[in-house]
């Protein structure tokens, strides 16, 4: 009841405004007039909506419907308008072939048994030091979720290893969301990096290369943060997770972890080789074609099987691309009436040193109420970033802090995987994240205020 109330209460805020004037402006945000007055303030009440609706968990189609229904009365935007935008979005979104590509690859390898057998290695080789078996695993949540781009998913086939193997290490668990978060922000294959490009009008490739430097070191962060924060704790082996793999021989789980070892030297120093030889030798086409042959020779799955499992793993990202393409035909709605425009004149007032930093600081807020819809969240603050010249290094810092937020959160899919996978509360996990999480971002604060 007391959501209805607030709807209708901004809808009559609404149906006075439109008693205002106001010019309807191009689709662009860089071509949208900022408006003045109280028609500034009017213009931001669809956005606010929206986020409001985000963080009471209300999906985000819906969120944007309402918001773009309330854009329509405000600016006086016509149906035909809003009809080309919703369906210009959807193919945008959908046109992003290559992290599409690459995440229904590595669901495949995770499908394979590659990373269950790499992690039944590492238990073997460091013969009873679980402090090192816990840097790996956050090694392995780093590298899975960066090649396929899915924190959820990686954290849901290897939080039940993790936990079988050392048990509940809350250190442990807040250095796998860490790395989750760092690398689905920064993945080659993630919805999030796809939106960055698109929104900021820059290739994929040169955000993901623009940004591994930073990947590279909270990942190191979270690996330390693993080691020791195990080590301290002085634990020994759990019994083995899975029988099946605890039988192979080392030989058979090292060609088990084959795909997921190409597949990985592909994604990150497949384009340092191209460009040495002068010549695409590591292609999508290519790396998907040898990663499946090796998942067929040297696994379980047949041909069948292997194409199969690369046809849905890419099941997911492409519903979130589907899902994210709806969301932003209705934001677009919302932009013409120069909701971003107000946003970033306001901006722009702050200090030029102070802008970046205060972005970022928007998206981790921002990240922890609303962390169940990270891309969405992504299409209502890149757009200011975009519209105040932002490059793609402090794009790529705010977009790391709405990933460092969203792990704070109660509704983050990789957040409910952790728990589950550890089989402890939620609120345990949000509660051992909190600590270092925070000091992540206020790292992170820093580097954006020196580096952007």
Do not use: C, H
């Not at 993630?190 to 591994?212: F, H, N, Q, W």
């Not at 030297?265 to 497949?270: K, N, R």
């Not at 695409?280 to 047949?302: D, E, G, Q, R, W």
């Not at 600081?361 to 757009?383: E, M, N, Q």
């Amino acid at each position: 009841m007391k959501l209805t109330k607030k709807i209708i209460l901004l809808l009559m805020y609404a149906a006075v405004a439109i008693i205002t004037p106001l010019t309807v402006f191009a689709a662009g945000i860089d071509a949208v007039t900022a408006p003045t007055g109280f028609m500034a303030i009017v213009t931001l009440i669809p956005l606010i909506v929206v986020l409001t609706l985000l963080f009471l968990k209300v999906d985000m189609i819906i969120a944007g419907l309402a918001g773009g229904a309330l854009a329509m009365l405000i600016g006086g935007i016509g149906l035909a308008e809003v009809n080309t935008q919703f369906l210009a979005a959807i193919p945008t979104m959908l046109t992003i072939t290559v992290p599409i590509v690459n995440s229904a690859i590595a669901m495949a390898v995770f499908k394979s048994g590659g990373y269950t057998a790499a992690l039944t290695l590492a238990k073997r080789g460091t013969k009873g030091k679980v402090e090192y078996v816990s840097a790996f695993i956050v090694v392995l949540v780093a590298a899975a979720t960066y090649m396929s781009g899915i924190g959820g998913g990686s954290a849901m086939v290897i939080a039940p290893l993790a936990f079988a193997a050392v048990g509940v290490v809350p250190e442990l668990i807040a250095a796998m969301s860490l790395a989750a978060a760092v690398s689905f922000t920064t993945s080659p294959a993630s919805l999030e990096s796809s939106i960055v490009s698109k929104l900021g009008d820059i290739p994929v490739s040169e955000y993901v290369a623009t940004m591994r430097p930073y990947w590279l070191l909270f990942v190191a962060i979270a690996i330390l943060l693993a080691f020791f924060g195990t080590k301290r704790r002085k634990l020994g082996f759990k019994e083995e997770a899975n029988d099946e793999y605890s039988k192979l021989s080392n030989s058979q789980l090292v060609k088990l972890t084959l795909p997921a070892v190409f597949l990985l030297f592909a994604v990150i120093l497949g384009p340092v080789i191209n460009n040495l030889v002068g010549y695409p030798i590591f292609t999508p086409l290519t790396y998907m074609v040898v990663t499946l042959a090796l998942i067929f020779f040297f696994s379980k799955f047949n041909m069948n099987e292997t194409a199969e499992a690369m046809i849905d793993g890419s099941t997911y990202i492409l519903t979130r691309l589907f899902q994210v393409g709806i969301f932003l035909g209705f934001i677009n709605v919302i932009a013409q009436t120069g909701t971003f425009a107000v946003i970033a004149g306001v901006a722009e007032a702050a200090p030029a040193a102070l802008v970046v930093p205060v972005a970022v600081l928007t998206g981790i807020l921002i990240g922890v109420p609303a962390g169940a819809y990270v891309g969405s969240i992504l299409t209502l603050v890149l757009p200011v970033a975009v519209s105040l010249g932002f490059t793609p290094l402090a794009l790529g810092f705010v977009t790391i802090g709405v990933g460092f937020g969203s792990q704070m959160s109660f509704v983050n899919i990789t957040m409910q995987a952790l728990s589950s996978g550890f089989n402890i509360p939620i609120l345990e996990v949000v509660k051992g994240n909190v600590k270092w999480i925070t000091l992540a971002s206020v790292l992170l604060l820093v580097i954006s205020l020196v580096f952007a």
